[in-house]
């Protein structure tokens, strides 16, 4: 005895954790030994291998991965330098004697006159 162990779960006999030629519940993965086996291929399910994607290794290396952003990071900066900023930003008139809000005077009050004075 020792070397031909059989799973259940493939038997032609096994329908529902049951076992019909041993009249008693089984273990559908379990090893066991049976001369009542009978091979059932509609039983065996295929495998199919998953998709999968492959990292770039600077993703598991966290030093490479700083020293790639910062690479991009200072070309980046570089491309900012040889344009010019005032060429990117769009001119504004802004009035040197009130530079936060601008000249105030062109908005004229909505209250009446006589409510005014009250």
Not at 21 to 37: D, E, S, W
């Amino acid at each position: 005895m020792g070397g031909n162990k059989v799973i259940c779960g493939v038997c032609m006999k096994q329908v529902d954790g049951f076992c019909q030629a041993k009249k008693c519940k089984v273990a559908l993965k379990k090893r066991r030994l049976c001369n009542k086996f009978v091979y059932d291929v509609n039983k065996v399910s295929i495998k199919i291998p998953l998709p999968s994607i492959k990292r770039s290794e600077f993703f598991w290396d966290r030093k490479e991965r700083r020293r790639i952003l910062k690479e991009m990071l200072a070309e980046a900066k570089k491309q900012m330098e040889k344009k010019n900023v005032t060429d990117v930003l769009p001119t504004i008139n802004k009035d040197m004697a009130h530079p936060l809000t601008g000249d105030l005077s062109r908005f004229t009050t909505t209250v009446d006159k006589d409510e005014e004075k009250n």
